[in-house]
């Protein structure tokens, strides 16, 4: 991918993302598994595993000015998905999903196969790696909400973690949890186990669901 779009960097693209997403802006740098996009306003951190298709964009077909300032995050060498996550903890970023909300916060810290983000909506957040679509930097002077350090304390979160998330998940045997934002009500529940790559969840009713982790997008506590 890095070799293919090199000579596309300044060019302006319109590219299709999971989720039935469609981005548009100018390439400002490719790495080995993420590429930046300018959208006019942002730059856009988007791993190129959820691009499924994208084109060059003609001069006239859309007016975005270059922008006046570097990226958010520099980086002295190649450039990835993990190096950014890295450079962005502490930093008030948004990042996308799935359906049509955007999460606000910050990373607290990265695992092998999910971070975990602190939103001051969602509190503590377990987030999968292959599930993020993309990531925004805020500018430097902009909070989430406009909340001030009362609200919204730089403080990492105090749990302890496992370097994996199917491990993660098996510690948390016995914790209220809501999956994918509560989307659809049987994904809140309390962790009864994990096995062969399945959660069971015993929801309100005291009914057992079981949820593939290959579409298990974001994890919060209930009660954290």
């Given amino acids: 991918m890095k070799k293919l779009l090199s000579n596309s960097i300044g060019e302006k693209l319109k590219l299709k993302i999971s989720g039935k997403k469609a981005v548009t802006g100018i390439l400002i740098d490719i790495g080995s598994d993420i590429l930046v996009l300018f959208d006019g306003k942002d730059y856009l951190y988007i791993p190129t595993a959820h691009v499924h298709d994208m084109h ?8 975005i000015n270059p922008p006046n300032e570097s990226p ?11 190096k950014i996550l890295n450079s962005s903890k502490g930093m008030f970023i948004e990042i996308y999903t799935s359906g049509n909300q955007a999460l606000h916060g910050y990373v607290t810290s990265i695992m092998n196969n ?19 679509k993309w990531l925004i ?14 609200k919204l304390p ?6 302890s973690l496992a370097r994996s998330l199917e ?6 045997a016995g ?15 309390k ?17 057992n669901i079981f949820i593939n982790m290959q579409h298990v997008k974001t994890i919060h506590f209930a009660n954290k």
């Fill in 56 to 63: 060059v964009l003609e001069t006239d077909e859309i007016t």
């Fill in 72 to 82: 958010n995050f520099e980086h002295q060498d190649s450039l990835s998905l993990r």
């Fill in 114 to 132: 999910y971070f975990v983000f602190y939103s001051p909506v969602y509190k503590t957040m377990l987030i999968s790696l292959y599930h993020l």
């Fill in 137 to 150: 930097p805020y500018v430097s002077d902009l909070r989430p909400y406009g909340l001030g350090n009362e």
């Fill in 154 to 159: 730089l403080i990492p979160a105090n749990i």
């Fill in 167 to 172: 491990v993660q998940i098996e510690k948390m």
């Fill in 175 to 189: 914790e209220l949890i809501i999956i994918n934002l509560g989307e659809y009500y049987q994904a809140i529940g």
């Fill in 191 to 207: 962790v009864a186990s994990l096995e062969n790559n399945f959660i069971e969840l015993v929801t309100a009713k005291q009914d």
